[in-house]
């Protein structure tokens, strides 16, 4: 079945570091999207990119996609201690769900 | 910015009790959803909804989940009988193209329920 693994399991950096995450899914896809989650709180949409597309960038954010290899990274670069989240990604293919994956805790340190 | 609105934000129950989860999907959207997150874990999809009816549903969407749409605005989840393991942050998301068109989803803040 689909499904995101992201790696690192938690990511702990200075602020003004770039923090990169990487996903790796099982099966075709569509697209792949990332969100990120605040503690406590609901998913909020970040970045789309299309399962032909290589790369997309969005304000301080980065996406790559390599399907070959089944997997992509989530690039944040100068980061800010409000960057301080869980970040997912997730995965759509023919069925009209996403899939998420366990997600990455990352801490920016002021 | 439309929003989905959850209610309620938190909610405890005993065991064996039904609950009735509610939300506000945005109003030009077609497409609804439920997904749960335990504690500490990943986000799970349970169900999705279109056109009045379950499009598709997980193996965890068993015969104690049903889901609603009673009128124009409102999308319901329902447990018959809760168990412990029901306990998790219940999210409801929608979307006007159904999850593989360019749209995304638009989730709300989550129902936190506790089964004691």
């Known amino acids: 079945s689909q499904q995101g693994e992201e790696d690192p399991q938690a990511l702990s950096i200075q602020e003004g570091e770039n923090a990169t995450m990487n996903c790796s899914y099982k099966t075709s896809i569509n697209n792949l999207q990332w969100y990120r989650q605040n503690s406590g709180r609901g998913l909020v949409h970040l970045i789309l990119i299309r399962s032909n597309e290589r790369e997309k960038h969005s304000g301080r954010l980065r996406v790559t996609l390599d399907t070959s290899k089944k997997s992509s990274s989530l690039l944040i670069t100068a980061s800010r201690a409000a960057d301080t989240a869980s970040y997912f990604c997730?995965?759509?293919?023919?069925?009209?769900?996403?899939?998420f994956g366990q997600g990455t805790r990352l801490t920016i340190n002021p | 910015e439309p929003e989905v609105t959850q209610t309620p934000s938190h909610q405890v129950t005993q065991m064996g009790q039904e609950v009735i989860l509610r939300c506000v999907p945005i109003s030009n959207h077609l497409y609804f959803y439920w997904y749960r997150q335990i504690l500490g874990q990943k986000v799970e999809f349970l169900v999705s909804?279109?056109?009045?009816?379950?499009?598709?549903k997980s193996e965890i969407f068993d015969d104690q989940f049903s889901v609603e749409r009673p009128d124009g605005s409102n999308f319901t989840l329902k447990i018959r009988s809760t168990k412990l393991e029901d306990s998790a942050m219940y999210f409801c998301?929608?979307?006007?193209?159904?999850?593989?068109?360019?749209?995304?989803?638009?989730f709300g803040a989550g129902s936190r329920l506790t089964v004691l």
């Open positions: 909804f279109y056109n009045n009816e379950i499009s598709e």
């Open positions: 997730a995965t759509v293919g023919g069925a009209q769900k996403l899939v």
């Open positions: 998301a929608s979307n006007i193209q159904g999850a593989t068109g360019a749209n995304v989803l638009t």
